[in-house]
């Protein structure tokens, strides 16, 4: 495993990278549309497909689900949801990683750590199941339960950051989604979206910042220096 961020003094010149797990290391975008409708069949709602979750998905997940079923949802009920989708989900485990992931992390030549926002102990378990341990100085999943009203990325991505001493201008995320942007934008970090995970890639694009068809190509933006956003991004919620 890579030395700890925080112990070393000074940087290297490349980066520091901060990979997504779901959607973009896990190829997991089906496995979550079948959970997602394990969900909302638990209160008579509609069946999505990935187009659609691809499409129309975002944080707050609270919000996705109330505009699904066309009516506002409360913490109660989010909370029911959440555990009819938690318990679907890990049902169909294990799921394969993204065909590059491997390549892709191998072919980084500075150091990486792995921030989601699934459940931590069960994210470690995962990723020593997929033997991805080695790779990364840090990992970080959520340690809280999941609210419905407030689970961006922003602030568990300045968390990660803070755990290893880096500021966000030596740092880079790869993620597949909206809010993987937001978190960098908010964080000063750099970012390359992966266009193969969760996110419909025109709403990726729409972000400004860059858009890489596979892992080893975002690794390949990264290395090339290519990772800042063309247009800032509008205010959360705009």
Known sequence: M???IGTVDGMSAKPHLVWDWNGTL????????????????????????ADHHRRRFRRPIADYYAEVLGRPVGAAEFAQLNRVFHDAYQAGLPCALTADADAALRAWPGSQSLLSMWFHDELMLAVAGHRLTEHFARIDG??????GAV?????????????????????V?????????????????????????FTDPGQLRATGYP????????????????????????RMGA
């Open 2 to 4: 890579p030395d700890p």
């Open 142 to 147: 959520m340690r809280r339960p999941l609210d």
């Open 26 to 49: 896990l190829d997991d975008l089906s496995l979550v549309v079948d959970a997602t409708n394990a969900a909302f069949a638990e209160c008579g709602g509609p069946r999505i497909d």
């Open 211 to 234: 858009v890489a068809d596979s892992l080893v190509d975002a690794v390949a933006l990264v290395l090339a220096g290519v990772t800042t956003p063309k247009a800032k991004l509008p």
């Open 151 to 171: 689970d961006h990325k922003s602030p568990y991505l300045a968390d990660h950051l803070a755990a290893m001493r880096l500021p966000g201008a030596e740092v």
């Open 173 to 197: 995320l790869i993620g597949d989604t909206v809010d993987d942007a937001r978190a960098a934008a908010s964080t000063g970090t750099g970012c390359v979206l992966y266009a193969g995970g």
